[in-house]
């Protein structure tokens, strides 16, 4: 024979599926919810019966002081059992269901009363307040028991007060109420429990069907795997819950933001600062693939609303795209300054041609030596000013681009910056951005003008660069320095916003400062501070030679970075 079965063993506490428990736990809480929402209800029924009985007495007693037969019968008659007074306040008790409506002069003494042998006498309770003109409402006891009373003062046609009206509703009616509301409390306590299971039976099994009938072990195997796939993925991704505080972050997220695990169920603005990123993960700033800087990286950043009022951010580096596409912007502003110089020199050869057509060779003789002396000497000015070969061939090819917009490209006096510097293409990128938004501010204005301005005071280096076009209202001058901001149109290869950003990251990431003031005249004069930016003085640099020339203008200060006048004035378009 078969050795029979174990026996199974009755298992106490709560079963394993997550619909049995939903189903206890929400069940419990129904009734619980019941049980007390039924005792909360009862403590206050028995003051609102007492309030409504009130009320319902100084109605009847308002309703009764305001009719002027009382108050004149008041006055020119008697207290007695057959009086006109007593017959109406009869009257108006029966028609109320009043326990008592009582009639009184200024000496407290009654004209009418449910027992007539009350009539006549002083009432029983104090009727100050009323005859003072003040309407009373209180639960008191007299002759006739404990009642819900209400008094108002009693007045004739002159609005004299001349006695009071009490009334009274008889409180064993209001207790009586109390009692009979209990049972049907009770009926709609236990209907209610009995929808609340029906409800918790009919979302456990939307649950389940949901869960697949999982249990709890099976739901944690899955949320690991989550976490496994979360964090291998090469894209960052950030969890925020409907607060906007941090849910979830895995290793890229923190990679890219430069934050760690102790930021989970705090805020963004606790977790990351004040910032565009802040903004932007926090739905502040809405659209697609939108760009933000974050330390040295450049970040592309989309949002997507979750069901239960969170979202989900993803983060891309893009920080080398962004170096490539600045390399290319780069490479489009030397293409524009070698067309700039081709135009300039073409130009000038036509000029050359037309003059020796002319038979003018003299003029022809002065003209060239003229176009070849003022490079001579600009090539020397710049040198002289500028040492180090990167930004000297910047402001060379700045200068040719400026020339071909009509826009005058200005070395101020007081330049003169060694060949010491620590990071010359952190410099670079300084300038040439300063020096792009201001060429773009001036374009198209009359007499357009920028000035720069680089010179070294010990170890810091000091970048000026101002214009002369419509200057930046005082409410935007640190606006202009956040992630994504811009009035122009994005380029071919992405978006704006990101110049003057990384322009101040530079400058902090050296210690130093960039901020926006107003030019002297207008416009807008931008100043980067980068202490300790050059060398400690060493041997005097060799001379660098073969920078393309410059011209400067007699009369204006500092060094005019232009083409010469007769190849742009033949050459403008």
């Not at 510097?421 to 938004?437: H, W």
Request: hydrophobic share 40%; with cysteine.
């Amino acid at each position: 024979m078969s050795p029979s079965p174990p026996a199974r063993r009755l298992r106490l506490g709560l079963p394993r599926r997550m619909f049995s428990q939903l189903l206890l736990m929400q069940v419990a809480i129904a009734a619980g919810v019941a049980v007390l929402a039924t005792g909360l209800f009862l403590a206050p029924l028995g003051h609102m019966l007492d309030d409504q009985a009130m009320r319902q007495a100084l109605a009847i007693a308002q309703a009764t002081a305001a009719q002027p037969q009382i108050a004149k019968d008041l006055q020119s008659t008697r207290p007695s059992v057959d009086g006109p007074v007593q017959a109406e306040a009869e009257r108006i008790r029966k028609a109320s269901g009043a326990e008592y409506v009582v009639v009184m002069n200024m000496r407290h003494v009654r004209w009418s009363h449910t027992d007539p042998t009350q009539i006549g006498k002083k009432v029983s309770t104090d009727p100050s307040e009323a005859l003072a003109g003040k309407e009373v409402m209180q639960i008191d006891s007299g002759t006739l028991g404990r009642s819900a009373r209400g008094k108002v003062p009693l007045r004739d046609a002159h609005d004299r007060i001349i006695g009071a009206v009490s009334v009274g509703i008889e409180y064993n009616s209001v207790r009586a109420g109390l009692l009979h509301a209990i049972p049907g409390l009770f009926a709609y306590a236990g209907a209610a429990l009995a929808i609340g299971a029906l409800a918790a039976y009919l979302i456990s099994r939307r649950v389940q069907r949901q869960t697949r009938d999982l249990a709890f072990s099976d739901i944690s195997a899955l949320l690991a795997e989550r976490e496994a796939m979360l964090h291998g993925i090469r894209e960052g991704v950030v969890a925020l819950d409907h607060t906007g505080r941090v849910r979830l972050l895995n290793d890229e997220a923190q990679r890219l933001l430069g934050i760690g695990d102790e930021v989970v169920g705090r805020s963004l603005d606790d977790a990351l600062g004040e910032g565009r990123t802040t903004d932007v993960l926090a739905g502040r700033v809405t659209g697609t693939d939108l760009l933000t800087v974050r330390g040295h990286r450049v970040l592309v950043a989309n949002r997507m609303p979750t069901d239960d009022g969170g979202a989900v951010a993803t983060l891309r580096d893009r920080t080398e795209l962004e170096q490539l596409g600045r390399e290319l912007d780069s490479t489009r502003g030397l293409i524009d300054a070698l067309r700039a110089q081709d135009h300039e020199h073409a130009n000038r050869m036509h000029t050359l041609l037309g003059l020796l057509e002319l038979e003018m060779y003299d003029d022809a003789v002065e003209f060239v030596g003229e176009v070849v002396g003022d490079h001579r000497a600009t090539a020397e000015q710049v040198t002289e000013k500028i040492h180090d070969p990167l930004l000297a061939a910047l402001l060379v090819g700045k200068a040719t681009v400026a020339a071909e917009r009509g826009v005058a490209l200005w070395i101020a006096d007081r330049t003169l910056l060694p060949d010491r510097l620590i990071d010359p293409r952190g410099v670079v990128t300084i300038v040439g951005n300063l020096v792009d938004n201001a060429l773009d501010a001036v374009a198209g204005t009359p007499h357009a003008r920028v000035e720069v301005e680089l010179r070294a005071e010990g170890r810091t280096a000091v970048l000026r660069v101002c214009d002369t076009g419509p200057g930046i209202p005082a409410e935007r001058r640190e606006l202009v320095f956040t992630d994504g901001w811009s009035t122009k149109q994005p380029p071919a290869h992405g978006k704006r916003g990101i110049g003057l950003s990384l322009v101040r990251r530079l400058a902090e990431r050296q210690g130093g400062t960039a901020h926006v003031d107003e030019a002297e005249g207008g416009g807008a004069e931008f100043t980067v501070v980068l202490p300790e930016a050059l060398e400690e003085p060493g041997p005097p640099a060799e001379d660098r030679r073969g920078l393309i020339p410059m011209q400067k203008t007699p009369g204006d200060s500092g060094t005019g970075l232009r083409a010469p006048a007769h190849g742009r004035e033949e050459g403008s378009r």
